[in-house]
C-alpha cells in the first residue's frame, strides 16, 4: 500500500509542476520517456536474470502454472470487453491496449503515451495503479470467495513484486512461487502485447 500511495504522490506533484512550472521546452528537448523505457527494461532484465529462486522454479515448475497467466489474460480481455461497452470514448483496441498493462503501470503507460497519445497513456497509468490497489486492498477477500488463484490474477503483473506479500498472506505461502512466475511471465509479455494491440 505505501509504495501505491508513494507512486500516486509522484504523479499528483508531476501534475502540479506540470500545471503551474515553465518545464515543458525543457522537457520537451530530450526523449526522456523513451529513455526511462529502455532503463526500465534494463532493470526487469537485471531483476528476472539476478533472482536464482525464481529461475530454479521456472526450470522445475509444472506446466499448468502456465494456465494461471494465461487465464490473466482472457480475464482481463473479457472484463475489459465488459468495460467497453459503457466507455464510448475509446475504442475497444484502445481499452484492450490499457488492459493489456496487467498492472505494469511504469511501463504500459510509456509504451502507450509513446506509441499511441499522452491522454491515453495517462489513462494506463492510472488504471494499472488502481488494479493494483484493488489487489492489495480486496486480495484476502478474493482467496475468500474466489479462491486462492484470484488474488494472483488481480495482481498481473505486480505479483513478482509490490503484491507479493499480500498475496501470500492472502492465499497462502505455498502460492508466493506460482505468483512470483506468473509476475515474470505477465511482465516479460507486457511490452509485446501492448505494442501489438495498438499496431493492429
Not at 526523449?31 to 527494461?41: K, N, V
Not at 539476478?50 to 489474460?73: F, Y
Not at 509504451?111 to 497519445?117: G, V
Not at 491522454?119 to 494506463?124: E, I, M, Q, W, Y
Amino acid at each position: 500500500m505505501k509504495g501505491s500511495l508513494t507512486i500516486l504522490s509522484f504523479f499528483t506533484l508531476g501534475l502540479i509542476v506540470g500545471r503551474y512550472a515553465p518545464v515543458n521546452e525543457w522537457l520537451s528537448s530530450v526523449d526522456y520517456s523513451s529513455l526511462s523505457l529502455y532503463l526500465l527494461m534494463f532493470l526487469v532484465g537485471i531483476s528476472i536474470g539476478s533472482d536464482t529462486r525464481s529461475l530454479q522454479a521456472l526450470k522445475s515448475m509444472n506446466l499448468k502454472i502456465l494456465l494461471i497467466p494465461l487465464a490473466t489474460i482472457i480475464g482481463t480481455a473479457i472484463g475489459v470487453w465488459f468495460i467497453s461497452i459503457f466507455v464510448t470514448r475509446y475504442s475497444i483496441k484502445e481499452l484492450m491496449a490499457v488492459g493489456a498493462g496487467y498492472g505494469y503501470y511504469s511501463l504500459s503507460s510509456i509504451i502507450i503515451k509513446n506509441n499511441h497519445s499522452d491522454a491515453l497513456g495517462v489513462v494506463a497509468l492510472l488504471s494499472n495503479v488502481i488494479r493494483e490497489i484493488i489487489t492489495l486492498l480486496l486480495a484476502p477477500l478474493m482467496a475468500i470467495y474466489f479462491g486462492k488463484v484470484a488474488p494472483i490474477c488481480s495482481g498481473g503483473a505486480t505479483s513478482m513484486d509490490t503484491t507479493l506479500p499480500i498475496i501470500s498472506r492472502a492465499s497462502g505461502k505455498e502460492y508466493a512461487i506460482p505468483s512470483l512466475i506468473h509476475g515474470i511471465i505477465l511482465t516479460i509479455l507486457v511490452p509485446f502485447i501492448v505494442t501489438l494491440i495498438l499496431s493492429i
